[in-house]
């Protein structure tokens, strides 16, 4: 798939079927919060997340940033992993005003590599997100 200016390689059926054992489901108000609206607010970055084969209800972690007072919004970063390989280590990327910064699993613990994956893969970290809460 053709993601920012980088042609990715990545397996969608097995990063579809992919649910990680290694983190629980959080079922805190702020990540509840989270999985009912990301979907709503960022229709966009959904679509983008799903060329991955990312079921945007199964990240790895949903990181609460508090709230934007400014925007009364609640800020929040989210991990996914996702089986393929990047051809260069990390890739940045902005659409829609919210930021991706793809890691693969050699410099995935930079930010978060706390996935039951097995290699090759990369993290996909989503921020800059704000949702109402
Ligand atoms: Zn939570």
Known sequence: ??????????DIVATQKYRDYYNEKCEC??????????????PK???????????IMYPLEI???GIDRDK???EYSVYYSVKGKLPIDRIEHIDDEVSF???NWNI???SYSNTGMI????????LNIFLPY
């Open 63 to 65: 990181m609460d940033l």
């Open 101 to 103: 910064i793809l890691r």
């Open 1 to 10: 798939m053709k993601f920012g200016n980088f042609d990715i390689d990545c």
């Open 72 to 74: 009364n919004k609640r």
């Open 29 to 42: 108000e702020e990540c509840g919060n989270f999985r009912k609206n990301f979907n709503i607010y960022y």
């Open 119 to 126: 290699a090759p893969y990369f993290i996909v970290e989503v």
């Open 45 to 55: 970055i959904v679509e983008i997340l799903s060329w991955f084969g990312i079921h």
């Open 108 to 110: 995935a613990s930079e």
